[in-house]
């Protein structure tokens, strides 16, 4: 199973403004990541997804949302190292 986190609209491919982007670079580098899964590949964006989604052949990608649920902060607990 591979996991490739952060395919996002302007971080991959990198679109910063500071220099040129080598494209054909980056989407290798994608190309060998997705390529290393062998049962499963799970890709992780935003809202944006990267511009290389648009190349994956429909059929073969499946897209789900995730729904952020509101969690309660956790409480602070003190711990001790000893038993008093």
Excluded at 35 to 64: D, K, M, N
């Amino acid at each position: 199973m591979v996991f490739l986190y952060g395919m996002d609209k302007g971080r991959f491919p990198l679109e910063t403004g500071k220099g040129t982007v080598d494209r054909e670079e980056e989407r290798r580098l994608c190309y060998v990541g997705m390529t290393r899964a062998r049962e499963e590949l799970i890709l992780v964006c935003g809202e944006e997804p990267s511009s290389f989604f648009q190349e994956i052949p429909e059929g073969y990608a499946r897209w789900e949302q995730v729904e952020r649920e509101e969690e309660e902060a956790p409480q602070a607990v003190q711990l001790s190292l000893f038993d008093i």
